[in-house]
């Protein structure tokens, strides 16, 4: 969140401010700020919430995408990387948290990208990309074989490092 200008006095205009001002919220004046929230993997957008509605604009599990018995999700667990940017895939959060059944096209899947869209388009235009900071490996810091893999026969080995300590990632 943002720290209001009401409490601070003018806020510097001379950067982009990544968050929200809560100050309406804390006076009791609105409920909620209406934001969107960005679902990246790697350096790529996966998704967007905004609201209840959130679009998959990519789909991909991994290579094990059907691991958890019953959580499969049509068009969603994929074990390919798919580009849906097009033909987004929509949920409705507030009815079905677990993402488990796409609203349909229609009147409803309309009126989730008419108000997904302006956020999407708004930060397709205005987002400048920083030099990615979770694509540098740490094998201290990395899970790669938790506690009970051996168990269920799924344990990872760790990716590859370069001499700048880059992950080389197989997926």
């Keep these: 969140a943002v720290v209001s200008p009401q409490s601070t006095g003018k ?3 001379d950067r982009v401010y990544d968050g929200i001002d809560l100050f309406p919220v ?3 004046k609105v409920d909620r700020v209406e934001r969107a929230v960005w679902y990246y993997r790697g350096n790529e957008l996966f998704a967007v919430r905004v609201g209840k509605y959130k679009a998959h604009l990519w789909t991909w599990s991994h290579q094990h995408y059907n691991f958890c018995p019953g959580e499969y999700v049509k068009d969603v667990t ?3 990387q798919v ?3 097009s033909d987004p895939i929509v949920f ?4 079905d948290p677990g993402e488990k059944y ?6 409803t899947f309309k009126a989730a990208m008419e108000l ?7 930060h397709r235009n205005t987002m400048v990309r920083g030099e990615p900071s979770l694509n540098y490996c740490d094998k201290m810091v990395m899970n790669w074989a938790p506690k009970g893999c051996e168990e269920i026969n799924y344990c990872l080995q760790g990716p590859t490092t370069s001499s700048i300590k880059l992950c080389n990632w197989d997926h």
């Design 11 to 13: 806020l510097p205009s």
């Design 26 to 28: 804390l006076t009791g």
């Design 78 to 80: 994929t074990p390919n």
């Design 83 to 85: 580009n849906r940017t």
């Design 92 to 95: 409705d959060l507030d009815n």
């Design 102 to 107: 796409a609203i349909t096209k229609g009147k």
């Design 116 to 122: 997904i869209n302006p956020y999407l388009e708004e």
